[in-house]
């Protein structure tokens, strides 16, 4: 069975990514967002912007 890559190395990859860009990584979840748009938009990436898409109410699930 093919596991998911763990977070340490979604982590590590995104830090490569980041330096190949020649982009500072992140220190915040807004400066991620931000990046991860611009950098969606300029490989043509289809998808409308965080500020204009819609919430489906679906948030984050709260553990009881």
């Known amino acids: 069975m093919d596991e998911k890559p763990t977070v340490r ?3 590590a990859l995104a830090a490569a990514l980041c330096e190949r860009l020649g982009e500072e ?3 915040s ?3 991620a967002s931000e990046l991860i ?5 300029a490989n043509g990436h ?3 912007a965080l ?3 819609t919430r489906t109410g679906r948030g ?3 553990r009881a």
């Open 9 to 11: 190395q979604v982590y």
């Open 25 to 27: 990584f992140p220190t």
């Open 29 to 31: 979840g807004a400066d």
């Open 37 to 41: 748009e611009r950098v969606g938009r």
């Open 46 to 48: 289809p998808a409308p």
């Open 51 to 53: 500020e204009d898409a």
């Open 60 to 62: 984050r699930r709260r």
